[in-house]
């Protein structure tokens, strides 16, 4: 019988017995584990995160018959958040464009060398100039234009567009700001992209900020999107050194491919149930 690899997230209050209660089950049911991660921020009175990957092929209960036994036998017990997820059932993932179009591609790209598990179901932008590398890939694009003081008609059409068809959400450099009511329909489930510098440069042409104070590094930051502005829990980081011998234009190619990285990084491991949120932080076990 071939394996289903079954992932289990948990997170609860750390105490004794919490491992053997999760192995044991498994064992009980016929589950091999295949691979096992965990984290505690303080074995007296902490937070203790796991991440569980195992074979349910042996199983004779269903998803659903184990996920009901598992919340009654152990999860109750331990006070635990926690959810399984099952390799095969391929999330959908839904890109938000605007005119850069490195991250873009580099998705593109990864999925289709089969790098991504997920089905990219559509690509929407706010401006139509990438839409030719979308269905190039085989991809639905969508223009969706943003005029003046219309952000909550396009997010109405945009989450028209999106229903049933997103289990994720990347913002691939897509240049507008996204409204509380359209973050909270996606909770920890857009990932956005940005530079990072130290130090940090906001507003408008941030690298040219960055080389008229002599920058020694630069770098790029994937975050899930709250509610508030580049405030949401850090998935993933990356810097690079750049020198006095840098203009401006290798500045931005240094930081876009940075980007694309970090982004890519970012998307394989939600997609791979490899990170739990906790607070405004996130465990992420690669």
Do not use: C
């Amino acid at each position: 019988m071939p394996a289903r690899i079954a992932r289990l997230l948990v997170s609860s209050s750390d105490r004794p017995g919490i491992v053997a209660a999760v192995s044991g089950f498994l064992f009980r049911h016929g589950a091999n584990i295949t691979d096992l991660q965990q984290h505690s921020t303080d074995p007296s009175g902490g937070r203790f995160f796991m991440r569980l990957e195992f074979d349910a092929s042996g199983i004779a209960l269903s998803p659903e018959e184990l996920a009901q036994a598992f919340a009654r036998e152990v999860a109750a017990p331990f006070g635990m958040d926690w959810r399984i997820a099952y390799a095969d059932e391929v999330k959908k993932t839904a890109i938000l464009v605007s005119k850069a179009d490195h991250a873009l591609l580099e998705l593109l790209w990864r999925w289709r060398r089969g790098e991504l598990p997920t089905e990219i179901t559509l690509v929407i932008g706010n401006h139509p100039d990438l839409a030719p590398y979308a269905r190039e890939f085989g991809v639905p694009f969508y223009h969706v234009p943003v005029g003046e003081g219309g952000m909550p008609e396009a997010e109405a059409r945009m989450l028209e567009l999106l229903e049933g068809r997103a289990d994720l959400v990347v913002l691939a450099r897509y240049m507008r700001i996204l409204s509380e009511h359209f973050v909270s329909r996606f909770p920890n489930r857009i990932i956005n992209i940005h530079h990072s510098f130290l130090p940090a440069f906001a507003g408008a042409r941030p690298y040219h900020q960055a080389y008229r104070r002599g920058v020694k590094i630069i770098g790029a930051t994937a975050h899930y999107v709250t509610p508030e502005l580049d405030a949401g829990p850090i998935i993933e980081q990356d810097v690079v050194r750049v020198s006095h011998r840098d203009e401006v234009k290798d500045l931005i190619e240094k930081g876009r491919d940075l980007e694309r990285q970090v982004l890519a990084r970012a998307v394989k491991w939600h997609l791979e149930d490899r990170i739990l949120v906790y607070e405004n932080k996130t465990v992420v076990f690669v």
